[in-house]
């Protein structure tokens, strides 16, 4: 009875969701659209009914995140097809001592990189290789899903595809990514090529190589991607008490996610579960920062930049192939775009691991944004607000650790914490305490 099918932005064309296909013929973006007159046979009750008793059910497909709201991701994938590493449902960290320190009402982190592969792109890609898997069933000839990565996205391919027993293939910036994001596709068997270019670079070369439908791609521009990502809105609005904050800051690259957040709260509003608007923020490193350059000039187009390098590897991206979606997004939810300098985002990360989170660079772009408009006062105090944390600090080990050893080029670390070597003495150790916790 639930029904979804690819549909062009203009609305025009549409493709069966069983087709290979990622561009409409005028080569804009996709999007999958669902019959949200369909979602209307059950009531806004029996909706949040049926999602809350699959919280607490053990069924595999139950216990994804992504796959608990089922019908409004790929409603015709017959369950069996379903390739999940139990993605999703991540940690909604109350950041109470942060708020207070800027001194907003309540400020919460969604932690999307407490996942399989350690980021959000999990949630997409658990529906692209679910559909693939699907697709490879009914006799499609698809020998490798292929993508260009930052490095997550690599990662959740590779993790995924593996799980599911098919080949993949990834596109790396050769010297650009972390250590842990390039062990993670070796590690699960993927043909890993580091290429001597930048992640645009990548793009390029990769889509080449999937005019052969035999490749098929995984990058954003494929829109089953965004059908997982957004639900973070959802699970952000279930675990809120069916409520939004005020504010979602995210930040942005290729900029799929955002214009997922704002997909997942449109469809909140169709299914009638709240009816609240909030105002997305997109913060960006700002030595890649097309869509800053863009929202300041009224969006009058994109215009593609060389990305300088950045600690927020994972967003060093200078021509976002998901502009469209995403400025659509910041005009429908009253949006800002913010940028931030090396220098903030090192400190905004490790000033929030101080009240206990353990944040990668690009969460620290987000908090950075967060700290400078509750500055400039365009977030007040009276606002609730949650940050998207996009990977998991565990996978930057070299920025973290440069930054306390203050070894990271250019920056002077405010929230530095150095180790004390000291002599194998009980005394010499007593006396140092002392002088510490005086
Ligand atoms: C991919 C990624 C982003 C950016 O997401 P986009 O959809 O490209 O805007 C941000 N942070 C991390 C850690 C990522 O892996």
Redesign the pocket.
């Given at each position: 009875m639930f029904y979804a099918q690819f549909k062009s932005i203009s609305g025009k064309e549409t493709y069966p969701l069983s087709q290979i296909v990622y561009k409409d013929s005028a080569g804009s973006l996709l999007g999958v659209s669902h019959d949200c007159s369909a979602w209307k046979s059950r009531s806004p009750e029996e909706w949040k009914n049926l999602f809350g008793n699959r919280r607490s059910s053990f069924a595999p497909a139950d216990l994804s995140g992504v796959w608990s709201k089922r019908e409004l991701v790929l409603p015709e994938l017959p369950v069996e097809d379903i390739v999940t590493l139990q993605e999703g449902w991540t940690p909604l960290f109350n950041a109470q001592k942060l708020a207070k320190e800027i001194n907003i009402k309540s400020l919460h982190v969604k932690l999307c990189?407490n996942s399989h592969t350690g980021?959000?792109?999990d949630l997409g890609m658990t529906v692209l290789v679910s559909q693939v898997n699907h697709l490879i069933k009914n006799g499609i000839p698809i020998k490798a899903v292929a993508c260009a990565s930052?490095?997550?996205?690599s990662a959740a391919l590779s993790a995924y595809c593996a799980k599911a027993g098919i080949p993949s293939i990834v596109f790396l910036p050769a010297g650009k990514i972390s250590v842990a994001q390039l062990v993670q596709p070796i590690s699960n068997g993927s043909i890993v090529l580091a290429l001597d270019t930048d992640f645009d670079g990548c793009m390029k070369i990769v889509q080449e190589v999937a005019a052969d439908k035999s490749i098929y791609l995984a990058n954003?521009m494929n829109s089953l991607r965004i059908e997982g990502q957004k639900t973070i809105s959802y699970e952000l609005c279930q675990e809120l008490g069916w409520d939004l904050p005020d504010v979602i800051i995210i930040?942005?690259?290729?900029?799929?996610?955002?214009s997922a957040l704002a997909k997942g709260i449109d469809d909140l509003s169709a299914l009638g579960l709240t009816d609240k608007k909030p105002r997305i923020v997109v913060a960006q490193a700002q030595n890649a920062n097309p869509f800053y350059q863009a929202y300041k000039r009224d969006f009058d187009k994109l215009r593609p930049v060389q990305a300088q390098k950045t600690l927020?590897s994972?967003?060093q991206?200078g021509n976002?192939v998901?502009y469209p979606k995403a400025q659509q997004a910041i005009k429908d939810y009253n949006g800002i775009v913010e940028q931030v300098s090396e220098q903030e985002l090192s400190d905004a990360a490790h000033r929030a691991d101080k009240t206990g989170l353990y944040c990668?660079p690009?969460t620290g772009v987000a908090l950075g944004a967060l700290f400078k408009l509750r500055e400039k006062d365009i977030i007040s105090s009276d606002e609730s607000v949650v940050v998207i944390s996009?990977?998991n600090g565990l996978k930057f080990s070299e920025f973290k650790a440069a930054y306390h050893e203050q070894k990271l080029d250019g920056i002077s670390p405010k929230y530095a914490n150095a180790i004390h070597h000291l002599p194998a003495d009980a005394g010499t150790v007593i006396s140092k305490l002392k002088l510490i916790l005086q």
């Open positions: 990189g980021s959000f792109k930052t490095g997550d996205t954003s930040p942005g690259g290729n900029l799929g996610n955002v927020a994972a967003i991206i976002p998901s990668c690009h996009t990977a």
